[in-house]
């Protein structure tokens, strides 16, 4: 990672400095001194077809991460992975969620949930679109970022970044990651209706999102490798456990999905 | 390392406009990786951070459109001068495009004919400090290869980037080959058939088939441009849903390339 050239020609900085006094002059008289650094955060779902849940963003310093690829999922990760859940509900029974364990953390500055540009609302993300959100924290530290949101057509499956540095970004600078798929490993991929959380979502089924039992083929994160659909074609192929989950799963062709899966850009905005 | 499993890393400036110092001249090659799908009509262009050649998540323009469903960069090229008059295009086979005149397969096989090697591109304006490289996938409805706004370095030496396979979110993916070579159109009316832009007779290729009923009748609820799903395909050569093979016309890329990729980029900067 490099910054871009740093050859600033006199007129930019004379722009630069107009801009700044137009902005000092329409400021917030309450507003406390030095301002706050905000950055601005975006999300685009770069699959076809595979819903993203809202998305949940968390500024910290170092020493927090919300999941280590090849290690064990927290339940909070497998909450957010198998039934797209960031934080406890009013109604909720005793457990942990992302957004409010990363509450709890001496490491984490702010939390929040990413929404619509237009209408301010929470959102989860269809195929191709995006969500945004502003985050507005105290200046001067070596602040990283956490982003992660639950794909709500596998078993499992969740993306976005965990403990990236964004302190070394300048005002003006933006930073563009493309994030991998991720198989929790805490729930087989069955890519039944009964499972996958998605067809509760929008197809009325009973689907159960998470669930606390683990019987993934191994209890450990990885990238995710993609799923098995009713449309897939099998060839003369006489693996009989392929065969069954062929027929066992609910998705299609437009769930499929290959790595990246989604674009996040990072703005310092001040 | 920290930022592990993240595809690609670019920091910039959307604010300030830095700039390269002094003109700078590029060694651009690229290798198709895929078993089975020549791509063409390779636009290469440095632009300014402002000026990107296509944006993952939003819909493809009509150059675009032509160019992934059609295979011709002459919209997209012409489009690009218009919008930044400044940017330095270039056409496979014809520097300084606008004047496309010679259009190459990149494809498998002969004579190394999967490798395009481009000397002395010549960045001609400071503010270029993007690179965009796209070009057709052949046999598929609208997919394109796609490198998007990497930052060009500033050390002289050999960069590696991936170009990854995106849908232009622009046609159904139903697979099939023009039927008759009778019924070929050429653009702009090429971008409303819904075939894939080529007939049997285009690529020589054993395992076309003929007669599909169509793979994905579904392309009108995500409009935007997304990763490519990757081919459905099926097992049959006549008939069955697709007149792609369900293994021979898959793309996977491996690490350290993510899973879309299908082409490698080598840029020398002298």
Redesign the interface.
């Known amino acids: 990672m490099r910054r871009e050239a740093r050859f600033v020609t006199t007129s930019t900085w004379l722009a630069m400095a107009l801009l700044l006094a137009v902005l000092g002059g329409c400021g917030n008289q309450d507003e406390v001194y030095p301002p706050n650094t905000v950055y601005r955060v975006t999300m685009v779902n770069l699959t076809y077809n595979q819903y993203f849940a809202p998305v949940g963003v968390i500024v910290h310093t170092g020493g927090y991460q919300a999941w280590t690829l090849g290690a064990e999922a927290e339940e909070q990760i497998e909450r957010l992975a198998e039934g797209g859940q960031l934080a406890q509900a009013a109604d909720s029974e005793p457990g942990k969620w992302l957004l409010t364990e990363a509450g709890k953390d001496p490491a984490v500055v702010l939390t929040k949930v990413m929404v619509d540009t237009s209408s301010g609302q929470a959102i989860g993300l269809l195929g191709g679109r995006q969500a945004q959100v502003s985050l507005s924290v105290p200046p001067g530290q070596d602040y990283r970022l956490t982003v992660a949101t639950g794909m709500m057509f596998t078993n499992d499956g969740f993306t976005g970044v965990t403990d990236v540095s964004i302190g070394q970004l300048g005002i003006g600078e933006s930073l563009i990651l493309y994030t991998n798929a991720y198989d929790a490993g805490t729930e087989a991929n069955t890519e039944t209706e009964l499972t996958v959380y998605g067809f509760a979502l929008f197809n009325e089924k009973e689907a159960i999102g998470y669930d606390p039992a683990r019987d993934d083929a191994h209890d450990y994160i990885t990238l995710h490798a993609g799923v098995i659909t009713h449309d897939e074609p099998l060839g003369d192929s006489s693996d009989q456990d392929l065969e069954e989950l062929r027929d066992g799963s609910g998705l299609n062709e437009t769930h499929r999905f290959l790595q990246p899966v989604a674009k996040i850009i990072v703005e310092r905005v001040s | 390392m ?20 002094q003109a700078v001249s590029l060694t651009i090659k690229i290798t198709n990786t895929t078993v089975a799908h020549p791509l063409r009509e390779l636009l290469i262009v440095a632009h300014a951070v402002n000026h990107p050649l296509f944006v ?2 939003n819909a493809a323009p009509d150059g675009l459109e032509e160019l992934a469903e059609c295979g011709k960069q002459g919209a997209l090229a012409a489009e690009m001068l218009s919008d930044d008059p400044k940017a330095d295009v270039w056409g496979v086979n014809s520097y300084r495009a606008g004047v496309v005149s010679y259009p190459k397969l990149l494809e498998l096989g002969v004579d190394n004919d999967n490798l395009v090697s481009l000397p002395g591109l010549v960045v001609t304006n ?1 503010a270029n ?1 993007r690179l965009s490289i796209v070009g057709r996938i052949m046999l598929t409805n609208d997919g394109f290869a796609g490198l998007e ?1 990497a ?1 060009i ?2 050390e002289p030496g050999t960069y590696t980037f991936y170009m ?2 995106y ?1 232009a ?1 622009t046609e159904a993916n139903n697979e099939l080959l023009i039927p008759d070579p009778d019924l070929r159109q050429t653009p702009p009316a090429c971008v409303n058939d819904p075939y894939m832009a080529e007939t049997k007779g285009d690529v020589t290729d054993d395992y076309l088939g003929d007669n599909g009923i169509g ?2 009748g ?1 392309e009108g ?10 081919v ?4 049959t050569r006549d008939g ?2 697709s007149d792609l093979d ?2 021979h016309h898959r793309w ?2 491996a690490e350290p390339a ?3 990729a299908v082409a490698t980029v080598k840029v020398t900067v002298q």
């Open positions: 920290r930022l592990r499993g993240l595809v690609t890393i670019c920091v910039g400036m959307w604010f300030t406009m830095g700039g390269l110092a993952s998540g400071g400090t706004a930052l370095p500033l990854l396979a849908d979110g793979a994905s579904q609820s995500n409009p935007f441009i997304t990763i490519h799903r990757g459905l395909g099926d097992t069955g849903k369900y293994i996977h890329g993510p899973s879309s």
